[in-house]
């Protein structure tokens, strides 16, 4: 039994910072990639960083380029999502997921996933 729990949100004001992270149970965590998606008011779920099993490899939506940084610590099961300069646009529900595999980049290859935390940033 996989489960997955983020922590971290909150209401923050623009040009804050955050960080989300996400506790997964289970075996083998150090197998799968790992990533991280939102669902935006209005518009459907997304994934936003991605990170392989050894943490080697990233990749981000443009949309958060340069301003999120994911990585992960194997000993602890744990993914982080650090975000920076945080925007209003930024307000969303944030989604931890586990990919098929040892790195998922396209939505479509994630199959476990958590409930979700509430990020909400003011102006």
């Known amino acids: 039994q996989v489960q997955l729990v983020e922590s971290g949100g909150g209401l923050v004001q623009a040009g804050d910072s955050l960080r989300l992270s996400c506790l997964v149970s289970g075996r083998a965590f150090g197998n799968y990639g790992m990533g991280w998606f939102r669902r935006a008011p209005g518009k459907g779920r997304g994934l936003l960083a991605a990170i392989s099993k050894s943490g080697n490899s990233t990749s981000y939506a443009d949309s958060v380029e340069g301003r999120f940084t994911i990585s992960r610590d194997n000993a602890k099961n744990t993914v982080y999502l650090q975000m920076n300069s945080l925007k209003v646009d930024d307000t969303a529900v944030y989604y931890c997921?586990?990919?098929?595999?040892?790195?998922?980049?396209?939505?479509?290859?994630?199959?476990?996933w958590g409930q979700g935390t509430q990020v909400t940033v003011s102006s």
């Open positions: 997921a586990r990919a098929r595999t040892f790195y998922g980049i396209i939505d479509s290859q994630y199959d476990y």
